[in-house]
């Protein structure tokens, strides 16, 4: 009978530290199996005497279900908690705050673009654009631009071939939108232009916008006033507007165009009254019409109103920077 007792506590306190179970298993083995010790404890039954035989059997039934019991109970403790740890991991903290997805936004280039057209627009101006790779005619000859202008020049520019390069400005547009349609007209032309130029003011590819205005009796008026509005509606409504005299081989007179901003006088762009010379070279007769035109870069406008020091900004793609805008 003691070894009944010592046999089930041994049986129970393996049981209680198993962990998995395989352990368990084993335990049952090596207790209940075919060879297990209390299974051979019935094998000395026969060793007792006849009447001690029903109470020994008794107890050693006990004991096998004492254990078994055990055994089944610590399954379910097990299965219970391999559960348990199973859904702890698969938890999902509700609270967690969520991955942040980056929504992008338009180029800083694109904005003031946009921010121009719909001023130009709001004024009756259409929006028409032109090709990048142009020929020399459009892009120098009809404008009035001679031989020895340096803008010619291989050094200035991108040629693919004698005649045909890389635009080094919007005006072309000018002169493809005067040869297609009839005055009266009001256009602006952004697009990308391209020169041999490389620093912190200079791209080889950058942006400008024309604009052209053809109707009978403009004046410098109308190219001052337009200007005005433009630039009060980009940087505010204090900025001014100042014409410096220039030169351009497509406007007569030509300016350089000033806007006061943050204290101080800033050139954004050229402009002037078209030169009768252009209006002969698509036809237009330059004793009935007359216009005023300008051409801007849009990083310049977009350099003076936010104060970017380097134009190379605009195309290192760098988040910091773009982020800003
Ligand atoms: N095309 C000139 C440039 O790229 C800018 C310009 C100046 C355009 C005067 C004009 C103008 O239409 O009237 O430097």
Redesign the pocket.
Known sequence: MDEIKKLVEEAVSEINIAKDSTTLNNIRIKYLGKKGLITLLMKKLKDLPQDERPKFGALVNDAKNVVQNRINEKLREISEMEKRQKYEKMAVDVTTPGARRDIGHLHILTQIQKELEDIFISMGFEVVEGPEVEDTWHNFDALNTPDWHPARDVQDSFYFTENILLR????PI?VRTMLQRKPPLAIVSPGR?YRRDYDSTHLPMFT?M???FIDKNVTVKHLKFTLEQMVTRIFGKDAKVRLKPSF?P??EP??EVDVWFGNTWLEI????M?DPNVFKNVGYDPNVWSG??????LERIAMVKYGIKDIRDFVRNDIKFLENY
Do not use: D, K, R
């Open positions: 080094t400005h919007t005006s000018q232009v400008q024309e604009g052209l351009f497509f406007t030509s300016y762009l050229g402009a002037g078209v005023f035109a300008f051409g801007l870069g």
